[in-house]
Every structure is written in C-alpha cells, then in structure tokens.
C-alpha cells in the first residue's frame, strides 16, 4: 500500500477529550593588539575568540595560541596520536599519559583516519568504578563498557565522568577544542566523557560530524543474548541499528504515538531514538506533522484498507487497553487510518502509564474541511503537566489553572483532565464527566487532581443533557 492520502489533507483540530553551535559574537579585529592600546591582562588573542573559551571560536586555538591548550594533548579525554589502524587488535598508548590508551574512533568508526583531523582520544581502562577516582567537582566517576560489537578491537571498559540514561548523548572524549573546517566541536559532550547506564551502550559514530567518538545512548534489542527492554521503553523497534557487523532494534515508547524520523521534542537534549515512528515492515507508518496545528510534533499512526478497492492492510498495531481498528477515510478506497476503538467513550478511556509516567488522553484531528472525518488517538500525556482548573457546584469558574491551548500544551493537562481549547491559543484543562452516572467520579477526580472534593459531582455548563463538567467547592 504506497499511498499517503493522510498526508495531503487539511488538518482541523476539533474538542475531544482527552545540535547547533552556539551563537558567536567576534571580537574586536585585534588591529590594536600589538600596538598597546589593550589592557596589560587581556590574554593572548585567537582570531575571534579568546584561548580559554576555543569553543566560542571557529579557529584552532591550539595552532594560534600554542601556549593555552583547553584539552592538552595525552591527557584523559583529551587528543592523542597513534598507528592504530584498522584490523589492529591491541590499542597502543601513544602519547598519552601513563595508564591510559589512545582509542582511534574515527577507524572504529570506520571513517578511516583522517591524517589532516584524526579522531583520537585517551581513556582509562577500568574494570571496576573504585578505579575511576573522582571528577573535578568531587562526585565519583563510573567505569562503563563502550564495546562497539564488531569492531576488530573492542574500546571494552572505560572511564566516564558521567552516566546518561537511554537517548541521551555521549561520547568518550572530552577535548571542546574547535577544529579550523567544523562548526562546532563536541557539543552534545562538551568538557565531559559520557557513558550508558544500566544495559544501555553507547552508539558512537552516529551523527555527521566530524567527531564519531559522539553518540547517544541505545539498548539494542531483538537479537539471542539482548537484554529485554526496560518498561519505559518496552517495545523492540526493527530499526536496523547498524552495531558493529550486527543488526538491532532499539527499545523503544511504542509502536504509535508520538514520534518522527527525528527528535520530535522542544529540547535539543536526546536524539529521538526511542521515538522512531515504528519500523516494523508488516505496520504501513506515516508521520502526521502536527506543526500545521502550531503543534511542534509529530505523530506516529498506522495507515489501514478496509473494504475498499484493494483491502490489503489491516491494523497490525494491538493495545491491551484498546484494540486498534480501522477508520475509513475515503469509501471509494477504502484507505484510513488506525484508531484506538474505544476513544468516543466519555470520559475518555485512554488506560496506562504512558512514556512519562502521566497516563495518556485521548486527542484527535480532523481529516478534510467542514464535515470532515474525525480520527482519535490514545497519546503519553507530556511533562510538565500543568494546573488543572476548578469550578464549583454551579458550574461556575472558581480557579482557573494553565493555559492549555498553545503548542505541546494541549498534551499536558493531568489525567483524568483534558485540553477545551478555543481555537485561538487559549484553552483550559477540564474534567469531563457524564450527567447521569457514577456520582462517585468527581470525587474521585479531584482528588486526584488535587481539586477540592466538597459536594463534587457532574455539574450541567451547556445545553447538554447527558455530557457536564466535574465542580464542587
């Protein structure tokens, strides 16, 4: 099925419950620099930066101003040189300090060396973290394995000054020095070595930069001997990890929801590895662009035919808390899309903890204009989650709580809450209840919500006989 009619048509939000280098700002042209007129204590000038600060600078430093080096050359993290050549088996010291081994990440890497720019770096070898000693502001370092499965030499365990959790950059070096032809040096590592925690290993060699030491932290899964994927992350995505001379997936939020062929967040702190749309071959994945809406994110969902001209695809994707089905989109095709089954209940039905911990809304879109077909979704409720707003048992506004209605806000209204937007940027977290129901569910709610319990119940705010809103005093 090699059609993407999802991806053509006009998105309407519709009520439903439910790693850039820095700026730089040059110096002066240091025209006076040899003449006097700069104060006595300025500090040896770099083109247009200054030597204790390289990463402020597009220039090599260490070339202009041989005397400061950042990161000086054989010390841990820092630069070194060696014959390392690929199909070597034993790393040599080179010119790095005693104890310590220059590990060639760019022949790792399968780069090659590059004789102008060579990616080497020093480490400690460790087998345990008491061999590690402690870092400059006196916390304790950890020995980590950084074996690049593969490889003809292994890096095996070194030392890091710091653990990063899955989907967070690392890197065995910590030399900031700015390289005369790249924009940026190290800037996901910067002045520190990073390594994994728990089974998670770091994928160097990941960005396209001239830095292959960099990566960020994945748990390869799917094949005989993998550890099994930890409960945030639960499911193996097929993604086709090159590790070494192996395949892997990659532990992943989920199948659907949230996600995009890239890092899908406001922050520039993960990768998005673990928020790759899913690869499975046997689901058809299209990325929804939710930045249309003046939403900065992407969602995963899972194309369908029913019924119509060539009914090849059904709903692969399956939930313990809601089937998915297939909602039809164009009769004549009968091309659609995978929803959760259960999302027009009322209050939303939406079950589990989500990838944050915050439970997960029901939320939709609209496919086409005017009388549009509606599509629902089951998505993680988001961190920060915002403050609910109150009303008492007449149905009036007592407090109101965070603006919902702007950006990726709309996901972050707590559970059982959901986003009532005006369509114009504002919005207020609610709790829709029925009329006619458990009277027992307001109370519940606001307890929950922190919201006052006194004389809680479903209070009548429109015309509707049968949907209100929770409000008590």
Same mark, same amino acid.
């Given at each position: 099925?090699?059609?993407?009619?999802?991806?053509?048509?006009?998105?309407?939000?519709?009520?439903?419950?439910?790693?850039?280098?820095?700026?730089?700002?040059?110096?002066?042209?240091?025209?006076?620099?040899?003449?006097?007129?700069?104060?006595?204590?300025?500090?040896?000038?770099?083109?247009?930066?200054?030597?204790?600060?390289?990463?402020?600078?597009?220039?090599?430093?260490?070339?202009?101003?041989?005397?400061?080096?950042?990161?000086?050359?054989?010390?841990?993290?820092?630069?070194?040189?060696?014959?390392?050549?690929? =199909?070597?088996?034993?790393?040599?010291?080179?010119?790095?300090?005693? =104890?310590?081994?220059?590990?060639?990440? $760019?022949?790792?890497?399968?780069?090659?060396?590059?004789?102008?720019?060579?990616?080497?770096?020093?480490?400690?070898?460790?087998?345990?973290?008491?061999?590690?000693?402690?870092?400059?502001?006196?916390?304790?370092?950890?020995?980590?394995?950084?074996?690049?499965?593969?490889?003809?030499?292994?890096?095996?365990?070194?030392?890091?000054?710091?653990?990063?959790?899955?989907?967070?950059?690392?890197?065995?070096?910590?030399? $900031?020095?700015?390289?005369?032809?790249?924009?940026?040096?190290?800037?996901?590592?910067? /002045?520190?070595?990073?390594?994994?925690?728990?089974?998670?290993?770091?994928?160097?060699?990941?960005?396209?930069?001239?830095?292959?030491?960099?990566?960020?932290?994945?748990?390869?899964?799917?094949?005989?001997?993998?550890?099994?994927?930890?409960?945030?992350?639960?499911?193996?995505?097929?993604?086709?990890?090159?590790? /070494?001379?192996?395949?892997?997936?990659?532990?992943?939020?989920?199948?659907?929801?949230?996600?995009?062929?890239?890092?899908?967040?406001?922050?520039?702190?993960?990768?998005?590895?673990?928020?790759?749309?899913?690869?499975?071959?046997?689901?058809?994945?299209?990325?929804?662009?939710?930045?249309?809406? $003046?939403?900065?994110?992407?969602?995963?969902?899972?194309?369908?035919?029913?019924?119509?001209?060539?009914?090849?695809?059904?709903?692969?994707?399956?939930?313990?808390?809601? %089937?998915?089905?297939?909602?039809?989109?164009?009769?004549?095709?009968?091309?659609?899309?995978?929803?959760?089954?259960?999302?027009?209940? +009322?209050?939303?039905?939406?079950?589990?903890?989500?990838?944050?911990?915050?439970?997960? =809304?029901?939320?939709?879109?609209?496919?086409?204009?005017?009388?549009?077909?509606?599509?629902?979704?089951?998505?993680?409720?988001?961190? %920060?989650?915002?403050?609910?707003?109150?009303?008492?048992?007449? =149905?009036?506004?007592?407090?109101?709580?965070?603006?919902?209605?702007?950006?990726? $806000?709309?996901?972050?209204?707590?559970?059982?809450? +959901?986003?009532?937007?005006?369509?114009?940027?504002?919005?207020?977290?609610?709790?829709?209840?029925?009329?006619?129901?458990?009277?027992?569910?307001?109370?519940?709610?606001?307890?929950?919500?922190?919201?006052?319990?006194?004389?809680?119940?479903?209070?009548?705010?429109?015309?509707?006989?049968?949907?209100?809103?929770?409000?008590?005093?």
């Amino acid at each position: 099925m090699k059609r993407s009619p999802l991806l053509l048509v006009t998105f309407c939000l519709y009520a439903c419950s439910g790693d850039e280098p820095a700026d730089v700002t040059p110096r002066d042209s240091g025209a006076d620099r040899d003449g006097g007129a700069d104060t006595p204590d300025a500090g040896p000038y770099c083109g247009d930066g200054v030597c204790d600060t390289p990463d402020e600078s597009f220039v090599n430093c260490q070339a202009d101003c041989p005397i400061v080096e950042a990161c000086p050359t054989g010390e841990e993290g820092c630069n070194c040189t060696s014959s390392f050549t690929s =199909g070597d088996t034993a790393f040599e010291a080179g010119d790095c300090e005693a =104890g310590l081994l220059c590990i060639p990440w $760019d022949v790792l890497s399968e780069r090659g060396q590059d004789v102008m720019l060579p990616n080497q770096t020093c480490v400690k070898p460790c087998t345990t973290d008491a061999e590690c000693g402690m870092t400059v502001g006196g916390d304790p370092r950890h020995c980590v394995n950084m074996d690049f499965e593969g490889a003809s030499a292994s890096v095996g365990r070194i030392c890091v000054d710091e653990l990063a959790e899955l989907d967070a950059f690392c890197g065995g070096s910590k030399n $900031d020095e700015v390289l005369v032809n790249t924009m940026g040096a190290r800037l996901r590592t910067r /002045g520190t070595q990073v390594g994994c925690a728990g089974d998670a290993v770091c994928r160097f060699n990941l960005f396209d930069t001239l830095n292959p030491d960099e990566g960020a932290c994945v748990q390869p899964c799917g094949r005989p001997g993998d550890a099994a994927c930890p409960a945030a992350f639960p499911y193996c995505n097929p993604i086709g990890l090159a590790v /070494g001379t192996s395949t892997a997936g990659v532990c992943s939020v989920g199948r659907l929801g949230f996600g995009s062929p890239s890092n899908w967040t406001e922050a520039d702190d993960t990768a998005g590895l673990t928020t790759f749309c899913d690869a499975d071959t046997a689901a058809d994945i299209v990325v929804l662009d939710l930045n249309v809406l $003046d939403i900065p994110a992407f969602l995963c969902v899972e194309e369908c035919n029913e019924g119509g001209t060539s009914p090849d695809a059904p709903c692969v994707s399956t939930d313990a808390t809601n %089937p998915v089905v297939c909602q039809v989109l164009d009769a004549d095709t009968g091309d659609g899309v995978c929803i959760h089954s259960d999302t027009d209940a +009322f209050p939303d039905s939406c079950g589990g903890d989500g990838a944050f911990g915050n439970g997960r =809304g029901e939320w939709g879109v609209q496919f086409g204009e005017d009388d549009g077909i509606p599509a629902r979704w089951c998505v993680d409720r988001l961190d %920060p989650l915002l403050l609910p707003s109150a009303f008492d048992s007449a =149905g009036n506004l007592s407090t109101q709580g965070d603006n919902c209605g702007r950006d990726l $806000d709309v996901f972050r209204c707590p559970e059982p809450s +959901f986003c009532a937007g005006d369509g114009q940027g504002g919005g207020l977290c609610l709790t829709g209840c029925l009329l006619q129901e458990d009277p027992t569910y307001c109370e519940d709610a606001h307890t929950a919500l922190g919201l006052g319990t006194t004389n809680a119940g479903c209070v009548m705010t429109g015309t509707s006989t049968v949907v209100g809103l929770c409000g008590g005093d």
